[in-house]
């Protein structure tokens, strides 16, 4: 795990999947036949049980001209900037179950933000490499 600092809040459109973890594949497909400007953008896989423990995942799409969301009809959120541990994974195809995996290690950490969420950050909607990362709280002191 590795300790990391997103400095500036992330501003990004995005889809719900109606099933996850089941349609999580066909959202992403979904928001890049949205997004008509191929333009070099971070894509972001968050997820977070709502009220009744259910995984919410939204594929995200990283905002790059204001104008956008409203272009594309779709809803905005902000990842926040923060601290957060993280694991990089090399090709995620390689593994079904690599993401899960990283994500279920990552939940132990013992600063774990108990409001906190799942985030997957990819360089763009093609490359195979991803950042698994949940935020901490860096205020709780060790004992």
């Known amino acids: 795990m590795e300790l990391i600092t997103l ?25 890049e036949q949205i997004i008509s400007d191929k ?8 997820s977070q049980p709502n009220k009744n423990g259910v ?9 790059l001209k204001a104008n956008e969301p409203k272009l594309y009809n779709i809803e905005t959120m902000t990842i926040k900037a923060g601290n ?3 694991i990089y994974i090399n090709n995620h195809y390689e593994d079904g179950n690599n993401i899960p995996k990283a994500f279920e290690k990552l939940l132990t950490h013992p600063q ?7 985030l997957e950050i990819y360089k763009n909607f093609t490359d195979p490499d991803v950042n698994c990362l949940v935020p901490i709280v860096s205020n709780v002191k060790n004992k």
Not at 112 to 118: A, E, K, R
């Open 55 to 63: 995984i919410v995942y939204r594929a995200c799409a990283e905002i």
């Open 7 to 31: 400095e500036s809040d992330i501003q990004v459109m995005y889809i719900t999947a109606n099933k996850f973890p089941d349609d999580v594949p066909a959202t992403y497909t979904q928001l």
């Open 112 to 118: 774990l933000d108990p409001n906190g969420f799942c």
């Open 84 to 86: 957060y541990v993280s």
């Open 39 to 46: 333009t070099e953008r971070r894509y972001f896989g968050y």
